[in-house]
């Protein structure tokens, strides 16, 4: 691709003069026109400039300004984080004394459903707003065939994606040449597992209120999730003609009794929509809302999870969590930010400090030098 | 030299590069000929009038037509291999099924594609435009004594053609007749080879009469001559004309009786001429076929770079095919539950399954070679080019030019530049001739103008302060006003050349010296006053006008270097006079004339001046005759003409009686003197080659300092040599000597050492043209090579080396010679003559200078520039900065695709080697295209990271850059692991961040699009800052690029994610960016992870810095030709001096 002017122009007695290339519009012209080039600060590469030079002294200051902002934010952050209560339970029932392991081994469709009751005591209560969430390993919802593996124009209600979904939805497209809704793997493959929650005192067990909505990125429920449109609003009707996911046991208009979290817009169902980022995720489950200001929402004691076991995730050496979890202003437990942030500070404080002392004796040996020339 | 004295004897300059080419490598073969009738006018019955068939007369310098020029434009770019990669890349995405789109791929490919076709596309209907220009214009044929009009294109050869004043030829034509009786016309070849000059052409003698459209009509006659070739100044062929009733006429036909298409004819009313090559086939369509390309250093390293990366491209996508099967080999790895394969997939092969799996990688990471790597280095090329040509510092008032660049391929080779080669004539010298002395049988005669006006209003001014006889310098003044071809302008005057001799006349030569010596003897009272009718009128001392019959001119070429005329007087007396150098001269003398000359010679000669010797022998009659018919013969020989006219040359010129010599005094260009001292001072090695003889070389070289006082000089000429048996012997001593003094017994410094002054003692070295020969091709072939590479040795020790008396081929033996050294080293050949054309097409960047010689230097050449001073600022700013912009351009390039590639290599880990992207499909396409390219394409334009004029002041700044030092290993495995450890940080931060359950204050969680966003994010922040942080010189544009592209960055990604858009079928971005930012956590991760990778940065810059000046009074005090990275380093930080050197300079210059 190279530039070269064309011999013709030139030969047809206009030496072409101006730039590269732009032979032909300045031959135009011809010889009358004077060629001297304008004298633009552009043209002549004077265009004025801010010329940042980063030295040692302009660059140290810098290094312990961002040490002083660093280390308080990163501290910030790792007392944040260390003050947010986090517990964590696998009830997977690898273990044979886990009450979870007889479920260790069930299909989707085993009825009646095998459930087990795990019992656990909270060392310190939980003070503001519970978050619980279940968290599964060595669950590859990140893999390319599993994550194209939807239809998203079917989830927003498209009649015709609705009866015809994608050709990626396959091997989950179609049941009994009946099309599927929701198609695709990662609907299929939906958690089922029932939580609940129980407060054990004296024996006595008070079930807490699990909030099942609120869960779901607002936009997710309200805009790119939708139901079929049609006639009436009747779910049943409008989902006519498409069959269940294979391993669901119930339809999906008939995830959830209250209509404006059934169907697709199922809160349940659009977390488990998005798929993770890394084999080992948790996803938001439910809510627990702090009741008073007087209470704090789960005290310490004793406590016990009723697990209806449905997912099987012992075949592909799987795990499964429940974590209750306070949330700050930045998020859950996560001691990494605020230990980076920290030991980033101190670098840079500590270099500057270092780099300071070298400055400072060359710079005092040779101080002519400061002075530009 | 050699070429000034006459129309530059070249021949075919394109053909010494580019020997391989058909056209040329054909030219020794075409030895047939081609049969024209003239007018279509069978001959005889008798001879059987075979037709020959002959292309038309259309140009066509375009490449495409509407029809071809998809499939072949197509074709043409896909035949670059990076483009055909780009292709096969987009093609298995289409058939194979890839994790990213076609379109990812197939879009910036189109985009490449269509802006290469576009520009194409506009220069070849450009051409198409210029071709329909000439193929279209009307041209006059004469038809059965009528003149016929026609579009040029429909010309045959064969026609005749009547072509006006200021018209151009049509086609390669023989000269019949003109409107001038004695059948001259006047043409300008500016077009053609840029001589503005007029030049005499000459009709047939013998139908310079048929100057009416029905005399011509009536010609019978057929031209053979030689099939069509390239060199403009060669022709040979011959005309037979066939009268009623009498033997056919032959007469001989030569380049002056051809007019070649392109030239223009002037000052003569209308010619005949009958078309002999048309179309392609005439001399300058010839001429215009492609020059050879040159590549730049960087492309080649580009190259490598390129290879390197293909490498890891391809040990990533092996290393994860294969552990996609390790990890797939336990079946619930490879098939869970929840994610079941499709029927298809189940039953492909396993092997076919492998390879499809291998493709998919290679897709999905071969964004680390950057489709639009090429098109910014195109556009950075293209564009940045402009920059020399709008340079106003290289804007001479003189001619109104400025610089002109003929390629913008090599604008960054400018700044790697190890050896300049210059032509002295016309380059280092201004190439305008002015009279100095002469000398008249060991006279020497020195005036000025006053004092020959005062002398001649006496009796003439030779007669007091002369000492040679009166006759003798009568003889040698009416020498001068004779023996040369310059002709006489007269400002708008059409009819005939000799008007009133009193208006104003202007010499026009191509050679300035004879202007200068036409004008010196017009000094000493004797004025020509022109040629009319093979007249030349010469004004003596008394005013009297004296007939001269111009009989012959034995025209200079640069073998004999001299040339010669043969007159007759009023009163019968035959002679030739013949001027030339003093080398072609004296063996052709008595040699007892020679001495007393000789003396005034050599000294003229060591004052610098250019030395011509005149000398004349006187014919008799019969001598004559036999002279006038072995040169008719030779002329009328359709092969091997110029050996044969050579021939009678020799004969002719010899036993001659010398009479004086000139001397012309060749001024030095302004600044020459300074450029050279900076250019050696840059670190380059300055040669002079120059056809001048050696005592005129050797002072014009101290007087521009090419060879200090200092310097010693080792000589290898034919005065050390000695012409006698033993000269190969002695040159081989000599050899030997000099080998001893610079190599052997010079202590070997550290390391090689390519650029080694530290040596105390500088050497410059003169080598002469016959002595070269005897080196290169020497008699004996036993130590041929041995004598080349002992020589070539002793060349690199020399910081200067001058060779004389050097032919044309031999300067660009020399250039090839020293570009095909060890570690070839880049070359430059500056000039401005046709003589330099070789070697300007030879070195790897040819420079020319629009000099007084004509324009086919600066034709050839690579960039053309006014004065030789203005290679300084060419060299040592633009080609510095240049440099140091495309090597940073090219730097940056990979590492900011590897840094984007890497998080999605690291990706493939925890993904199960399933080929996700982390990216959304637009970002994958975007990010080379609209997120990071504009602010490197602003660098790449503007940067400065030293001020222009402290580079062109500081010319060992230039160092910094030799050697290619920025695209070395070191400072590419620099921006690798630079690239490398960003990548790690990106995606690894990224990684343990999402170890969270939460990042938002709500307790909702992110999917994997939210991940892959953060990783973009910071990765585009952080290769703009980094960016940001290299530039040194921050115009409007930088800011706006730069701060542009980050904002465009956050409004495509809130746009992209905040509508569902209908196309796609995922809406995988929806509202992600704007979640994203929603998050306190990802804020202060992403703010860290930028931080955490420009941190090593930064550090770096902080550390040179104070080294810098813990250095910095070394540095000053370091002698001037020593490289600095050696020295300031030693061993120690070496790597980071090669890597980052653009961030020195600025510290440095403090």
């Known amino acids: 691709m190279a530039v070269n002017y064309s011999a013709k122009e030139e030969a047809d007695g206009h030496p072409a003069g101006a730039g590269p290339g732009g032979g032909a519009a300045a031959g135009g012209g011809g010889a009358v026109k004077t060629r001297k080039p304008d004298n633009t600060a552009f043209k002549q590469q004077r265009l004025p400039a801010w010329q940042p030079i980063l030295t040692a002294g302009t660059v140290l200051p810098a290094f312990f300004i961002i040490g002083l902002i660093f280390i308080p934010i990163g501290i910030g952050i790792f007392v944040t984080s260390n003050n947010i209560r986090e517990y964590e339970i696998d009830y997977t029932g690898i273990e044979p004394s886990s009450p979870c392991n007889k479920c260790l081994n069930v299909s989707w469709d085993s009825t009646p459903p095998c459930t087990c009751t795990i019992n656990f005591t909270l060392e310190h209560s939980f003070e503001s707003n519970v978050f619980m969430y279940y968290g599964l390993s060595n669950f590859y919802q990140n893999h390319r065939r599993y994550v194209k593996s939807r239809d998203d124009s079917q989830l927003n209600g498209d009649n015709s994606s609705l009866l015809n979904p994608s050709k990626e939805c396959e091997p989950y497209r179609t049941n009994e040449d009946k099309p599927i809704a929701p198609c695709g793997a990662i609907a299929n493959s939906m958690f089922n597992d029932t939580l609940e929650l129980y407060h054990v005192e004296n024996d006595t067990r008070t079930a807490i209120t699990l909030i099942k909505k609120g869960i779901a990125w607002w936009t997710d429920k309200n805009v790119k999730f939708r139901n079929p449109t049609g006639d009436g609003n009747n779910l049943t009707a409008l989902f006519q003609g498409t069959t269940k996911p294979v391993n669901w046991p119930k339809p999906v208009y008939m995830l959830d009794s209250e209509p404006d979290n059934n169907g697709f817009i199922n809160e349940d169902f659009i977390v488990w929509m998005r798929t993770a980022a890394l084999p080992t995720f948790r996803k938001l489950y439910r809510l627990i809302e702090r009741k008073s200001n007087l209470q704090p929402t789960l005290q310490a004691g004793k406590y016990s999870l009723d697990i209806t076991y449905n997912y099987p995730v012992h075949s592909f050496d799987g795990r499964k969590r429940m974590i209750l979890s306070t949330i700050s202003w930045m998020g859950g437990k996560n001691p990494f930010l605020g230990i980076a942030y920290i030991t980033v500070g101190s670098i840079c404080f500590f270099l500057g400090v270092v780099l300071l002392i070298i400055h400072h004796k060359y710079g005092n040996r040779n101080t002519s030098a400061d002075i530009p020339n | 030299m050699m070429s000034h004295l006459l129309p530059p004897h070249l021949h075919c300059c394109q053909c010494h590069v580019d020997a391989n080419s058909p056209q040329c490598a054909g030219e020794e073969k075409r030895v047939g000929t081609r049969t024209v009738v003239v007018g279509h006018r069978p001959v005889s019955e008798a001879d059987a009038y075979v037709a020959q068939k002959f292309c038309d007369n259309r140009i066509v310098s375009s490449k495409y037509t509407v029809w071809n020029f998809l499939p072949k434009n197509l074709f043409e770019q896909f035949r670059r291999i990076a483009n055909f990669y780009f292709l096969i890349i987009f093609l298995v995405q289409v058939i194979v099924d890839t994790p990213t789109s076609p379109v990812t791929s197939g879009l910036p490919l189109f985009f490449v594609i269509t802006v290469t076709a576009i520009k194409q596309g506009y220069e070849d209907w450009l051409r198409h435009r210029a071709d329909n220009e000439v193929n279209k214009s009307n041209v006059f044929i004469v038809e059965n004594a009528k003149q016929v009009q026609k579009e040029s294109e429909k010309i045959k050869v064969g026609d005749i053609v009547e072509v006006k004043a200021d018209e151009t030829f049509p086609?390669?034509?023989?000269?019949?007749?003109?409107?001038?009786?004695?059948?001259?016309?006047?043409?300008?070849?500016?077009?053609?080879?840029?001589?503005?000059?007029?030049?005499?052409?000459?009709?047939?003698?013998?139908?310079?009469?048929?100057?009416?459209?029905?005399?011509?009509?009536?010609?019978?006659?057929?031209?053979?001559?030689?099939?069509?070739?390239?060199?403009?100044?060669?022709?040979?062929?011959?005309?037979?004309?066939?009268?009623?009733?009498?033997?056919?006429?032959?007469?001989?036909?030569?380049?002056?009786?051809?007019?070649?298409?392109?030239?223009?004819?002037?000052?003569?009313?209308?010619?005949?001429?009958?078309?002999?090559?048309?179309?392609?086939?005439?001399?300058?369509?010839?001429?215009?076929?492609?020059?050879?390309?040159?590549?730049?250093?960087?492309?080649?390293?580009?190259?490598?770079?390129?290879?390197?990366?293909?490498?890891?491209?391809?040990?990533?996508?092996t290393v994860c095919t294969t552990l996609k099967y390790v990890w797939q080999s336990n079946p619930f790895n490879d098939e869970p539950w929840y994610n079941e394969k499709t029927k298809k997939e189940r039953e492909t092969f396993k092997v076919l399954r492998m390879f499809t799996d291998f493709l998919s990688f290679m897709v999905l990471f071969n964004f680390i070679i950057p489709v639009s790597m090429y098109v910014t280095v195109e556009m950075q090329k293209f564009l940045g080019s402009f920059f020399i040509s709008w340079d106003k510092e290289m804007y001479d008032e003189e001619i109104k030019e400025g610089a002109l660049?003929?390629?913008?391929?090599?604008?960054?080779?400018?700044?790697?530049?190890?050896?300049?080669?210059?032509?002295?004539?016309?380059?280092?010298?201004?190439?305008?001739?002015?009279?100095?002395?002469?000398?008249?049988?060991?006279?020497?005669y020195k005036d000025c103008i006053s004092e020959v006006d005062g002398y001649s209003q006496t009796d003439g001014p030779l007669k007091y302060y002369g000492k040679a006889e009166k006759s003798r310098e009568e003889l040698f003044l009416r020498a001068l006003c004779l023996c040369h071809t310059v002709r006489i302008k007269q400002a708008d005057q059409v009819d005939g050349l000799i008007g009133h001799p009193e208006c104003k006349n202007t010499y026009i030569s191509s050679s300035p010296d004879e202007i200068a010596l036409v004008k010196g003897a017009e000094k000493y009272g004797f004025t020509f006053l022109g040629l009319e009718n093979d007249f030349m009128k010469i004004r003596n001392q008394k005013n009297e006008t004296e007939m001269y019959q111009l009989l012959h001119t034995l025209n200079f070429d640069p073998v004999r270097r001299r040339m010669s005329v043969i007159v007759r007087t009023t009163s019968g007396k035959l002679l030739l006079f013949c001027k030339g150098a003093d080398s072609s001269i004296f063996p052709r003398v008595q040699q007892e004339e020679i001495q007393q000359t000789k003396v005034h010679v050599d000294r003229n000669a060591m004052d610098g001046y250019r030395t011509l010797c005149v000398a004349f022998k006187e014919l008799t009659q019969k001598e004559y005759d036999r002279i006038d018919r072995q040169l008719n013969e030779a002329k009328m020989a359709l092969q091997d003409r110029e050996e044969k006219m050579a021939k009678v040359f020799e004969d002719t010129e010899a036993d001659m009686h010398l009479i004086g010599a000139t001397a012309v005094e060749d001024r030095l260009q302004e600044q020459s003197a300074e450029t050279i001292e900076a250019l050696h001072a840059a670190g380059m090695k300055v040669w002079v080659l120059t056809g001048d003889k050696m005592e005129t070389a050797k002072s014009t070289c101290y007087a521009c300092r090419l060879f200090q006082t200092s310097t010693e000089l080792l000589e290898l000429t034919a005065r050390v040599v000695g012409e006698s048996e033993r000269k190969e012997d002695r040159l081989h001593e000599l050899l030997m000597d000099y080998h001893k003094?610079?190599?052997?017994?010079?202590?070997?410094?550290?390391?090689?050492?390519?650029?080694?002054?530290?040596?105390?003692?500088?050497?410059?070295?003169?080598?002469?043209?016959?002595?070269?020969?005897?080196?290169?091709?020497?008699?004996?072939?036993?130590?041929?090579?041995?004598?080349?590479?002992?020589?070539?040795?002793?060349?690199?020790?020399?910081?200067?080396?001058?060779?004389?008396?050097?032919?044309?081929?031999?300067?660009?033996?020399?250039?090839?010679?020293?570009?095909?050294?060890?570690?070839?080293?880049i070359t430059l050949s500056v000039g401005d003559g046709a003589n330099d054309v070789s070697m300007i097409l030879e070195a790897h960047v040819g420079i020319g200078i629009k000099g007084k010689e004509g324009r086919q230097a600066a034709r050839n050449s690579d960039y053309a520039v006014p004065k030789f001073k203005h290679l300084r600022k060419l060299l040592l700013a633009h080609g510095h900065l240049y440099y140091v912009r495309i090597a940073h351009l090219v730097q940056y390039f990979?590492?900011?695709?590897?840094?984007?590639?890497?998080?999605?290599?690291?990706?493939?880990?925890?993904?199960?080697f399933s080929q996700q992207p982390l990216y959304d499909a637009a970002y994958l396409t975007m990010y080379n295209i609209c997120f990071t390219s504009l602010p490197i394409l602003a660098y790449s334009l503007l940067e400065q990271h030293i001020n222009i004029d402290t580079l062109t002041s500081d010319p060992q700044l230039y160092m910094k850059v030799s050697d290619n030092a920025m695209l070395q290993w070191r400072p590419f495995l620099y921006w690798t692991f630079l690239g490398a450890f960003e990548g790690l940080v990106f995606f690894f931060g990224v990684y343990f961040l999402f170890q969270n359950s939460s990042l938002e204050d709500n307790g909702k969680v992110f999917g994997n699009w939210t991940f892959g966003t953060i990783v973009f994010t910071v990765l585009v922040f952080t290769v703009t800052l980094k960016l940001a942080l290299d530039t040194r010189f921050w115009t409007w544009m930088n800011h706006f690029v730069i701060w542009g592209s980050l904002a465009f960055y956050v409004f495509f990604s809130f746009f992209w994610g905040g509508v569902i858009w209908p196309f796609l079928k995922q809406q995988r971005m929806y509202f992600v960016f704007a979640h994203m930012l929603t998050s306190v956590s990802t804020w202060l991760a992403i703010i860290l992870l930028i931080f955490i990778s420009l941190f090593p940065e930064i550090l770096l810059i902080v550390l040179k810095s104070i080294k810098e000046r813990s250095h910095q009074t070394g540095i000053f005090d370091l002698p001037i030709l020593v490289s600095y990275k050696r020295i300031e380093n030693g061993y120690v930080k070496t790597e980071d001096a090669l890597t980052n050197v653009a961030e020195r300079y600025p510290l440095r210059i403090l």
């Open chain 2, 171 to 317: 086609c390669d034509l023989i000269f019949l007749a003109s409107s001038s009786t004695d059948g001259t016309c006047y043409v300008t070849t500016a077009s053609l080879d840029g001589e503005s000059n007029f030049k005499t052409h000459y009709a047939v003698r013998d139908t310079t009469v048929l100057c009416t459209d029905e005399a011509i009509d009536s010609l019978t006659a057929t031209i053979e001559c030689e099939q069509p070739q390239p060199d403009l100044y060669k022709f040979v062929g011959r005309i037979i004309m066939y009268r009623s009733n009498q033997e056919p006429v032959a007469r001989s036909l030569g380049p002056e009786n051809l007019l070649l298409k392109g030239a223009t004819l002037k000052n003569t009313k209308k010619i005949y001429g009958v078309a002999v090559y048309t179309g392609m086939e005439t001399k300058m369509a010839l001429n215009y076929q492609g020059k050879s390309q040159k590549r730049s250093a960087v492309e080649k390293s580009i190259n490598a770079f390129l290879i390197v990366y293909l490498c890891i491209l391809l040990s990533k996508a």
């Open chain 2, 405 to 444: 660049v003929n390629t913008s391929d090599l604008n960054e080779e400018l700044g790697q530049v190890e050896f300049v080669f210059t032509d002295k004539t016309g380059t280092l010298t201004e190439n305008s001739m002015e009279f100095i002395e002469c000398c008249i049988d060991g006279h020497k």
């Open chain 2, 741 to 825: 003094r610079l190599i052997q017994d010079v202590p070997k410094p550290r390391g090689s050492l390519k650029r080694s002054w530290t040596l105390s003692q500088e050497y410059g070295l003169i080598i002469d043209g016959s002595t070269l020969s005897l080196i290169l091709n020497p008699s004996q072939d036993s130590s041929s090579s041995h004598y080349k590479n002992i020589f070539l040795q002793i060349c690199l020790k020399c910081t200067a080396v001058l060779c004389c008396r050097m032919a044309p081929l031999q300067k660009a033996q020399i250039v090839r010679m020293v570009k095909n050294t060890k570690g070839s080293p």
């Open chain 2, 894 to 912: 990979f590492y900011k695709n590897l840094c984007f590639i890497l998080p999605q290599f690291l990706y493939q880990f925890f993904c199960g």
